[in-house]
């Protein structure tokens, strides 16, 4: 069975930092492109930031310059680093997973809250 557990999130002063961990189960982690996707009170989920088995990212525009993202293929674990945290920032983040020569991504984590006050 597939499992991603995330972990890091929490309460932080805007401006602050917080890295997310996702922990997977996927067997051949490597083969794996994995994302981060947030959802915000009354919005839809979003596309965050992605990172694929050559190690090419990609994010939305919003946090491009403050949040990296990066893989470590030997503990099957993927980050993402959160910096100059706005209020705007507070959702659910979800970690998931897609084989990296599909387009849609088929499994799910639980997600973990991040909360940013102002």
């Known amino acids: 069975q597939v499992h991603l557990v995330e972990s890091g999130g929490g309460l932080v002063q805007a401006g602050g930092s917080l890295r997310l961990s996702c922990a997977a189960s996927?067997?051949?982690?490597?083969?794996?492109?994995m994302g981060w996707f947030r959802q915000a009170p009354g919005k839809e989920r979003e596309f965050v930031a992605s990172i694929t088995r050559s190690l090419t990212t990609s994010y939305v525009d919003s946090v491009r310059d403050r949040f990296s993202i990066s893989r470590d293929n030997a503990k099957n674990t993927v980050y993402l680093q959160m910096n100059s945290l706005k209020p705007e920032d507070t959702a659910v983040y979800y970690c998931?997973?897609?084989?990296?020569?599909?387009?849609?991504?088929?499994?799910w984590g639980q997600g973990t809250q991040v909360t940013v006050s102002s």
């Open positions: 998931a997973a897609r084989p990296d020569a599909m387009i849609s991504y088929n499994y």
């Open positions: 996927l067997g051949t982690f490597s083969r794996y492109a």
